[in-house]
C-alpha cells in the first residue's frame, strides 16, 4: 500500500515513511492511494477474531513495510486484557434495544485515544530502532491527547515528548494526569491561550522544515495516519457485536472533535463495513454540525471557541476534516488543495456547490449539537434509567445518537471517556461523585513537573532546543 497527500503530492510513500510525520510537504494530508475492500467471504472470516487478531488483519492490509511476524507480536503486545481491563477490549454495553455504548475507554488514561496511542508507542519505538534513531514528539492537547501520548511513550526508547497544552483549561484530573508524569522523556508544557494557539504552535514549528530535520520533530497529533487506522479496528469489532450475521446494519454516533474518529468510521465504510449512518456529534463547538447542516465549513476564531463541559471537542477548525473532504470530492487534489490551502487558510472558510453538498448523504454522515444543559439532563437520564454513568462526551454522543438514528437500525455511540475525568458535571447532573479506579485515588495529590509559557513559537523552540538531547 502506498500514501498520497490530499494536496497532490504525488510521491510515493510507504506506511512506516509517514508513521513519523505529520502534514505532507505540500500542506495536505496523507490517506492511502486506495481503501482495501473487504468481502463477505472476509467479513465471515473476521467475525469472532479476538480484538488483537482483528486488528492485525486490517493492519496489514495498509502496512507492507513490517515483517507480518513483528507487526503481530507488536499488536498482540498493545491489545492486552492488562491494558484495557478486558478480553472483548471494546465491549459493548446494551443501554435499550438498538442503543449501545461501544467501551473505548478503559486504557491508562481513561479515554478512547488510548486505542491508538498505545500501538503508536510500540510503533514509534519498534521503528526508530531499526532505523537507529530517535525523535521529539511535538504536540498539542486540550486533554486527552496529551496524556494518552505521554502514557503511550513515558520510558520508550528513543522518543521524547513536548505536549502544549492550554494553561488552566483542562480538568484537574487531566492536569494532574498529565503533570504528575516523572518520566525524563515527558515535558509538559501550559501555554498561555486555547487550545487551538496550542496547535498553531505545533504547526508553525513543523512549518521550519530546518528545525524540524535538524531538532528531529514529529507528532502524534489525530493527523497522524497510524491513529486513525488503529481507530478503524475498532468500528470492525463493534459491529461484530452488535450483529449475527454480515447481512445486518449498524450505526455509529461519535461525538467529534478534530473529526478522527469519525474519519476513522468513515474509512472503515469505505472499506465495506456495513454502517448506515455515521452520526457525529458535537457541542456548543458546531463548526462540523453546520458543515454537515448547510455545507458550509467556517473556521472560528479564539473568541468564538466556546470552554465547555465537554473539552476534548472544544474546536474551532478540525484538523482531520480535510482527509473527508478530499473523498468526498471524488479525490479532486486541484479542488481540495482550492478549498484548504487558499480558501481556509486566506478566507476562514468555505462553501461547498449544491452538487457537492449532495454528495454527503451517499457517505452515510448526519450530525446534531448537544449543550451543556443537554448532556447535564442525557447524564442524569442515563443513570437513572440505566444504572450507568457516562461521560460528558459520551452525553453529547447519545443525545444526538437518539435524534438522528436511522429508524430500524442498532446504534452504537462510542464512549469516548470516563466520567471519573470530569467530576465537576458529573456533580452537577448526579450530586456525587464519579466512579474512579482505585490506584488513582491520590491523582491530584501527587507532585506536578511542568513548565508554563506564553503562545509564543519561538519560546517554545528554544525549550526544544535546549532539551531535546541526553
Ligand atoms: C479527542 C476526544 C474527542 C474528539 O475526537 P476527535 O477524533 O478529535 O473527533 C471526543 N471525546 C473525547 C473524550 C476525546 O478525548
Known amino acids: 500500500m502506498k500514501y498520497i ?93 438498538g442503543v449501545y455504548l461501544e467501551a473505548l475507554s478503559n486504557g491508562p488514561t481513561l479515554a478512547f485515544k488510548d486505542m491508538a496511542m498505545q500501538l503508536l508507542g510500540n510503533l514509534f519505538e519498534y521503528e526508530l530502532e531499526r532505523r537507529g534513531e530517535t525523535l521529539n514528539i511535538l504536540g498539542a492537547t486540550s486533554g486527552d491527547t496529551g496524556s494518552a501520548a505521554e502514557y503511550a511513550m513515558r520510558g520508550k526508547h528513543g522518543v521524547r515528548v513536548f505536549m502544549l497544552s492550554p494553561n488552566g483549561r483542562m480538568s484537574p484530573f487531566q492536569q494532574a494526569q498529565m503533570f504528575s508524569l516523572q518520566d525524563e522523556n515527558i515535558h509538559n508544557i501550559a501555554i498561555e491561550g486555547v487550545f487551538d494557539d496550542c496547535q498553531d504552535i505545533v504547526k508553525a514549528v513543523s512549518n521550519d522544515l530546518a528545525f524540524k530535520r535538524e531538532q528531529r520533530i514529529g507528532t502524534v497529533n489525530s493527523i497522524n495516519w497510524a491513529r486513525l487506522l488503529a481507530q478503524v479496528v475498532y468500528y470492525f469489532a463493534g459491529y461484530f457485536q452488535a450483529t449475527k450475521s454480515n447481512d445486518e446494519r449498524v450505526s455509529f454516533a461519535v461525538p467529534s472533535g478534530n473529526f ?50 465537554s473539552p476534548s471537542m472544544d474546536i474551532s477548525k478540525a484538523s482531520n476534516f480535510e482527509r473527508f473532504v478530499f473523498d468526498l470530492l471524488g479525490r479532486d487534489t486541484g479542488r481540495t488543495r482550492e478549498l484548504f490551502a487558499a480558501k481556509v487558510a486566506h478566507e476562514g472558510g468555505f462553501a461547498l456547490s449544491q452538487d457537492e453538498f449532495a454528495r454527503i448523504e451517499g457517505f452515510g454522515f448526519v450530525s446534531g449539537k448537544s449543550t451543556h444543559a443537554e448532556r447535564v439532563a442525557t447524564i442524569r437520564d442515563t443513570w437513572q ?32 471517556a470516563l466520567p471519573a475525568k470530569f467530576a465537576e458535571t458529573i456533580r452537577e447532573a448526579l450530586g456525587r461523585d464519579p466512579e474512579r479506579p482505585a490506584e488513582l485515588a491520590d491523582l491530584e495529590q501527587r507532585p506536578k513537573r511542568f513548565t508554563v509559557m506564553a503562545a509564543d513559537a519561538a519560546q517554545v523552540k528554544r525549550y526544544i532546543g535546549e532539551h531535546c538531547r541526553d
Open 260 to 309: 478522527g474518529n469519525i474519519c476513522a468510521g468513515h474509512i472503515a465504510r469505505m472499506m465495506g463495513l456495513p454502517i448506515e449512518r455515521l452520526v457525529l456529534a458535537t457541542n456548543e463547538n458546531d463548526v462540523l454540525d453546520e458543515f454537515f447542516r448547510t455545507g458550509r465549513y467556517r473556521v472560528r476564531g479564539s473568541a468564538e471557541t466556546h470552554e465547555t463541559s
Open 5 to 97: 497527500s490530499t494536496r497532490g503530492d504525488a510521491t510515493e510513500r510507504h506506511f512506516c515513511d509517514i508513521l513519523l510525520e505529520g502534514l505532507a510537504p505540500d500542506g495536505g494530508l496523507y490517506l492511502p492511494m486506495h481503501y482495501p475492500q473487504v468481502d463477505a467471504a472476509t467479513l465471515a472470516r473476521w467475525r469472532g477474531l479476538p480484538y488483537a487478531e482483528l486488528a492485525f488483519e486490517i493492519l496489514s492490509l495498509y502496512i507492507d513495510d513490517i515483517p507480518a511476524a513483528d507487526l503481530k507480536a507488536l499488536v498482540k503486545r498493545t491489545y492486552t486484557k492488562d491494558v484495557f481491563g478486558t478480553d472483548a477490549i471494546v465491549p459493548l454495553k446494551k443501554l435499550e434495544n
Open 385 to 416: 434509567r440505566f444504572g450507568t454513568m457516562i461521560d460528558t462526551h459520551t452525553a453529547d454522543g447519545l443525545k444526538v445518537a437518539r435524534e438522528r438514528h436511522a429508524n430500524g437500525v442498532p446504534i452504537l455511540v462510542l464512549e469516548t
